[in-house]
């Protein structure tokens, strides 16, 4: 059984910083590029940072670009998502989620449906 966890959301004032990770098992975690999504208050998903699987190569969404850092460790099939300069358009339920396919290189994989995705952490950026 496919299982995503994260962990590590929280309260941050604006400019601080969080890093968030995201557990995975029941499947062959390094053979599989990984997503972050996140859902502000109100609003739809907005796709957040992809990394593909042997951890080479990364994208961005150009509201997180530059303050975010997505990476993995695949001996320790975990997901992070560092997040520095944070700001109040930040605060979101953020999700990892898992590409239908292996080795799918993150150039476009916005347009692949996501297969498994965790319960979420929530983020708050709020003085």
């Known amino acids: 059984e496919v299982q995503l966890v994260e962990s590590g959301g929280g309260l941050v004032q604006p400019g601080g910083s969080l890093r968030l990770s995201c557990a995975a098992s029941?499947?062959?975690?390094?053979?599989?590029?990984m997503t972050w999504v996140r859902q502000a208050p109100g609003k739809g998903l907005e796709w957040v940072s992809a990394?593909?699987?042997?951890?080479?190569?990364?994208s961005y969404a150009d509201s997180v670009k530059g303050r975010f850092t997505i990476s993995r460790d695949n001996a320790k099939n975990t997901l992070y998502l560092q997040m520095n300069s944070l700001k109040p358009e930040d605060t979101a339920v953020y999700y990892c989620?898992?590409?239908?396919?292996?080795?799918?290189?993150?150039?476009?994989?916005?347009?692949?449906?996501?297969?498994?995705w965790g319960q979420g952490t929530q983020v708050t950026v709020s003085s």
């Open positions: 029941g499947f062959t975690f390094s053979n599989y590029a």
């Open positions: 989620a898992k590409t239908p396919q292996s080795f799918l290189p993150v150039h476009n994989i916005k347009r692949y449906e996501f297969d498994y």
């Open positions: 990394i593909n699987s042997g951890g080479e190569s990364t």
